[in-house]
């Protein structure tokens, strides 16, 4: 063989090897494409509830628990007393009764419960504000919304939408010993069948954890349900003779689920924020993981937004390792900061709990007071830390739900204002930044990190003060971060719209 023609000239040689760069790089192509393909964050249209959105490693930070000790007389919450809306809708009737009456007159003239009543002789400040709610902010409020009202148009059509799918959502109708052991089907009501066994508390958990997060959740925990945290009477379904005192034996598991509020919403509370949109995704998912379990053969009810609960959820939460408690008196997760609404379904299936964890947050609170400092209400507390402070026989944050509502209903747009979870710290979307905060911070024994974070966000971040969210004059119904473009009626609605202004 001639050697000239067996030698490749340098062209051809370029020539090939470019060929087979060529090659190469599509089989690279074609086995990514392949591995891509095969994920389900490929889809389009497809919202990926993939457990990896709960990616934070809590093992590190576990500690035995319980989370809570009791350091005086357990009272459990009531429906009547410690549940705002309850309490405020009493108020109302009985004020409507006797509209002339102020709280320098005796409130045994109000007519209301006897359990209402002893509630306010112990907090007389909730008094104060649910009178101030109805005597003076609500009517108020209704001449606020015939001059700036249409402003905010478009945040309440938002809402709307979760709230036109929010009532058909199934609720218990007949006590847990009955509701909880029937299915609804085709044909009625069917009892469940016989309970399917799996082969460990381990697998059960895995299995439950998987299911929950298919159906919608973006984080869940698993913990042991506490009696002394169960609303003390009105559990759904339950006539008004029904036994309250003892917990449901078949309740003894609470598996805990939360997801977040749409964050560029929730980052421009009050005004423009709702938590409609969570509500609807949780309590769907809730109730999902309900009929699966009972399709195993487990009684099972969700307690929910939209269908109510019958018992707190926040100390289930923390126990269940989601997260911490923080001064605004919620559960501060890891993944989603305060920006978490949860549900929680009871059952009896046999599952391994989770741990409580400790990453930092009640700590970093005692310093922080992003949130008591931008409340409008003035509800959360100044305080360097929580000590002394003992509601229903637990020492934790105080939270004045009184002058909370009362803002609530001086808001425009979507009744409510959530300006605590978008000024938390630990409220943040999940990129670079707050993932090294997330990674660093719980692992700094000096407490250098988060003091350093605290001091960036407070020196380089501009927000409004808390008197710019009140009502003209005193402020202008400002907004945490602006309104997200398609929320901005003048940009779309063809009617008369008066912005509030700075100065009235």
């Known amino acids: ?44 249209g497809w919202e990926s509830n993939n457990p990896d959105t709960q990616f934070f490693n809590r093992e590190p930070f576990e500690f035995m628990g319980p989370a809570h000790l009791p350091v005086g007389k357990v009272r459990r919450p009531s429906h009547l007393t410690d549940l705002v809306f309850g309490r405020v809708a009493m108020f109302e009737r009985a004020y409507k009764a006797n509209p002339g009456w102020t709280p320098k007159d005796p409130i045994e003239k109000l007519g209301l419960l006897p359990p209402l009543v002893a509630f306010y002789r112990e907090f007389p400040e909730r008094l104060e504000w649910d009178f101030k709610t109805f005597n003076e902010t609500v009517p108020t409020n209704m001449k606020d919304r015939k001059e700036y009202g249409n402003y905010y148009l478009l945040a309440s059509a938002y809402e709307s939408g979760f709230s036109a799918t929010a009532q058909p959502l199934p609720r218990p109708n007949e006590p ?100 409609m949109d969570a509500y609807n995704r949780v309590s769907t998912a809730a109730l999902r993981l309900e009929g699966c379990l009972k399709f195993l053969g487990y009684p099972a009810r969700a307690h929910t937004p939209n ?13 269940a390792g989601l997260g911490e408690v923080a001064r605004t008196g919620f559960c501060v997760t890891p993944e989603l900061g305060g920006n978490a609404r949860m549900a929680v379904v009871t059952t009896n ?37 929580p000590d002394g402070m003992v509601i229903r026989g637990y020492e934790h944050w105080y939270i004045n739900n009184g002058a909370c509502y009362n803002y609530w ?17 630990y409220s943040r979307k999940d990129n670079w930044v707050h993932s090294m905060a997330r990674v660093f911070d719980p692992r700094d ?60």
């Open 1 to 44: 063989m001639n050697d000239e023609k067996s030698k490749m000239s340098r062209r051809s040689f370029l020539k090939a090897a470019g060929i087979a760069g060529f090659v190469a790089h599509t089989g690279g192509l074609v086995a990514a494409g392949k591995v891509s393909g095969k994920s389900s964050e490929t889809y389009t």
């Open 307 to 319: 269908t109510e609960y019958d018992l707190i959820v926040p100390p289930h939460a923390i126990e």
């Open 176 to 275: 847990p010993e009955e509701s909880d052991f029937q299915t609804m089907g085709m044909f009625g009501k069917q009892p469940l069948g016989k309970p399917t066994p799996f082969k460990s508390r381990d697998l059960a958990a895995e299995f439950i954890k998987e299911m929950a997060h298919k159906y919608g959740a973006t984080i869940v925990g698993i913990t042991k349900t506490n009696p002394e945290w169960l609303y003390s009477e009105g559990w759904r379904g339950c006539p008004p003779d029904y036994d309250f005192s003892e917990m449901p034996k078949h309740w003894e598991y609470a598996i805990v689920m939360a997801v977040p509020m749409e964050w560029d919403v929730i980052l421009s509370s009050p005004q423009f924020s709702t938590s």
């Open 445 to 504: 024994p000096t407490g250098l990190i988060s003091s350093g974070l605290l001091w960036l966000q407070k020196t380089f971040f501009d927000y409004p003060k808390a008197v710019e969210y009140r009502r003209p004059p005193d402020g202008h119904f400002a907004s945490y971060r602006p309104e997200p473009d398609y929320m901005k009626a003048e940009k779309y609605l063809d009617i008369k719209i008066t912005k509030p202004k700075k100065g009235g």
């Open 409 to 425: 209903r001086e808001t425009m747009g979507p009744m409510g204002c959530r300006l605590c979870v978008a000024t938390c710290p």
């Open 349 to 385: 299936m046999p599952m391994k709990i989770d741990k409580p964890i400790d990453f930092g947050v009640a700590r970093f609170c005692n310093k922080c007071k992003l949130c008591a400092e931008s409340c409008p209400s003035g509800a959360i507390s100044m305080a360097d830390s």
